[in-house]
């Protein structure tokens, strides 16, 4: 009897009760996301951990394939702060870079996508220009870049003398100095006057890498609705009051993202200084542990570069409230 | 009443009839609409941007106008001092001399490979990724999601080495190198080094090259899209998966093509993980093929370091010639796809 009980009431509700709605929408998010969590469980965390171990150790390739470790504590970390000359030198240079790289490049993608987002001739020619950096100079074409004779030859018009490279740069300091001049005769102060001066000598470079968080600025500017901007105008405010009250604090979650995006690209990106010495360092003999404690070292340093700059941005950032 | 001031009506035809106004003369409305301070400060606002942009354009192609050139100077035109942008004798020396020396066709057929395979893998595994993260709450979404952009931020040549030794013997959680102490195979794991498998692998499981960014960027954009869709698609019976498929798919094309389109190049011009992965034995990459051509290495050492450059540059040109193609036709997708997606921070 029991027993036909238990079969009419298995047959009544089925299936064990089904997950409530938010829980069966959880696990299809953990699908969703699982390709990246296998590839990270078992990829990314032991390359990680590896990496670290390495760092504190002095390795031995076998010739038979494999390789044995050799714990030495902190010596590499050591090694690399107080005996190698190099790395502290690419670091601090490394970061003053960074220092005029990150405001130049948010401010001067904002001011394009804006420029970009507003209706002038030829605005898709200017767009498809615009973003011409992002799919071609990178990796080996900026390499290449880099130390171009041809370049520079063609832009600064050198003498022919075998000497390029020593002309052009005169070349540089002669223009520094045309806007040095201008820039004197207006009474600014040395800092902002050095800053600009280098910001407008590396604007090649500026606007290399500009394009993805040009892209990010002009996807924000795209999602103020236009019926803000019609109000302003009805209201009687001028554009420069638009910008200063609509605009920028519209998209300054857009700047956060972009400063971080920026800071990130700066310090990977094979170009940095401190990543070109890091590789340099791999490819000496036993250099290989050592430049894993050195990118250790600028890992650390660049998360709190980060976390700063974050911490500083989110301070200034305004999120619309929605419905 | 006066017949000045009464519109004159004509008729021109049996349907047809044309009235005139007494109009201020076209002169003075043209001068009253155009000649004032707001047009005036429009006009030279507009100039100004024109001229910006312009100047701008000029920065980011001068560099591929002035390659180009000197790819078809012929090395007489490197000595010569007058010439600048125009080469006096063109030649297609350079061009034939990469090709045929240092094997550009070999080289493309097998970046073409790696490439395509790992920008599709990575746009579809970061759309799936940033769906995840964009639609559903679930315990540990927002740490994961911190994870995410945390493979984004360590600095590759971080992780170079033990990149290096985990392809050089791959294996998942230590079976192989078990099986191998045990004796059951030869090898203590896959050699994967030299082959496509190192990135197809990272590229299948979100990892690859600034993949972060990507997962990103379709988080960001399938946020932008009203969860009523999926509410109501989930209503009609469709599941998660399909709804996924046949509605989210078709309605993220454009930016889909946008992550491909990076993704792509980001790989075809990728010297980092092609160093680590590929040694000199290894399948010939487009990354590998910037040298002087053996046919070209007399010339290029006996005249100046300008020609030697310009063999680079143009090494450069054939490399990203495919990527120049593509572009022209998938810009309009990365324009199109932020008019669109709406990103919001």
New interface residues.
Partial sequence: MNKVLNVFKGSASGKPRSASLEK??????????L??????I???L???F??IR?SFNE?RILTG???ELDFVGFQNYRDALFVDTGFTQALVSGLKQLVIDIPAIVLFSLF?AI??N?K??GR?A???????????T????????AN????E???N?A??T?V?AEASATNQILNAMDLKGLFETMAIGQGLLEYVVQAVNS??DI??RCG?QM??F???L??ISPAIYESCQIDGASGWETFWKVTLPMVS??I??NAV?TV?DA??S?SNKV?NY??TV?NQPNG??L??AM??M??LL??LI?AAVAGLLSLF?F?QRRD | MNSAEAPKIKRESKNKIRVDFERTPLLQRLRAKFLNLYTLKKVLW?LF??L??IG??Y?????FF??IA?SFMSESDF?D?TV??IPKSPTLTTYKAIIVDNQYFKAFGNTFLLSLICGLLQTF?CC??G???A?????G?NI?FL??IF?????????????F??F??FD??GIMSLLNKVGAISK?GFQLLNTNWPLW??S????AYKNG?F?FLMR?FYK?IPDELEESAYLDGSG??KT?FTIIIPLSVTMMVTVF??AF??QW????YTNVFYTQTGPLL??KI?KTPASLMEMSSAS???YS??I??T??LL??FP??I??LFG??F??QG??R?????
């Fill in positions: 069966k929408k959880a696990r299809s998010g953990w699908i969703f996301v390709p990246f969590i296998i590839g990270f078992l990829i990314y032991p390359v990680i590896d990496s390495f390795i394939g494999g390789y394009i420029i970009l507003q002038i001739f898709a200017f767009r498809a220009i615009f973003f011409i950096p992002v799919i071609l990178t990796g080996l074409i900026g390499q290449i870049d171009n004779a041809m370049l030859y063609m832009n018009g003498i022919d075998g390029e604007i090649f606007v290399n993805v892209l990010i002009l996807s924000g795209q999602s979650p857009m956060l993202v995006y990130i310090f990977t094979s990543m890091i590789d791999y290989n542990v430049s894993s990118s250790w600028y890992f660049v998360i980060i950032v999120y | 507009y941007r024109l910006l942009l701008v354009s920065i980011i192609l001068f560099p002035s390659k000197s000595v001092v600048r942008l595994i799936f990724v769906y995840g993260f639609k559903f709450k679930f315990k979404s994961l994870i995410v493979t984004m931020v360590v600095p590759h040549s971080t992780l170079r080495l033990s990149m030794m985990k050089k013997d998942i959680l203590p692998i990272l299948a499981t979100g990892l960014l997962i960001q932008g998660v998966f996924f389109l990076f190049s980001w011009t990728d010297t980092f487009l990354t910037v100046s370091t300008l450059a310009a680079k540059n090494c450069g490399i990203i990527l120049i593509l572009y810009q309009k990365i324009v932020i008019e997606s709406g990103i919001t921070g």
